[in-house]
């Protein structure tokens, strides 16, 4: 079992930069691709962007394409998103997850997710 909790979100202006991430513990964590949702106000929560075990596949969004990066460093146990050219349309709490199916569906229990708040 991996467990996994979010962090490096925060308030930002239109245009700018945020980079997320997702410490996991648990030996776990190498043996699954993992991935990046996240839920805005009053929406139900949305696939954002997912990376495979050996970080040499990565899969998007189309809101995500072209201004978001999924990493990760299995040796750190931390998976990444850097995100660019951020819009108010991406405000959200951001969560991390294990991928059961790729690229884009989910096990285990949600974290507490970090929130990304962007301003006009």
């Known amino acids: 079992q991996v467990q996994l909790v979010e962090s490096g979100g925060g308030l930002v202006q239109a245009g700018g930069s945020l980079r997320l991430s997702c410490a996991a513990s648990g030996r776990a964590f190498n043996s699954y691709a993992t991935g990046w949702f996240r839920q805005a106000p009053g929406k139900e929560r949305e696939f954002v962007a997912a990376?495979?075990?050996?970080?040499?596949?990565?899969y998007y969004a189309d809101s995500a394409k072209g201004r978001f990066t999924i990493s990760r460093d299995n040796d750190k146990k931390t998976m990444y998103l850097q995100m660019r050219s951020l819009k108010p349309d991406d405000t959200a709490i951001y969560y991390c997850?294990?991928?059961?199916?790729?690229?884009?569906?989910?096990?285990?229990?949600w974290g507490q997710g970090t929130q990304v708040t962007v301003s006009s």
């Open positions: 997850a294990a991928i059961r199916s790729w690229p884009s569906l989910p096990f285990g229990s």
């Open positions: 990376i495979d075990w050996r970080a040499e596949g990565t």
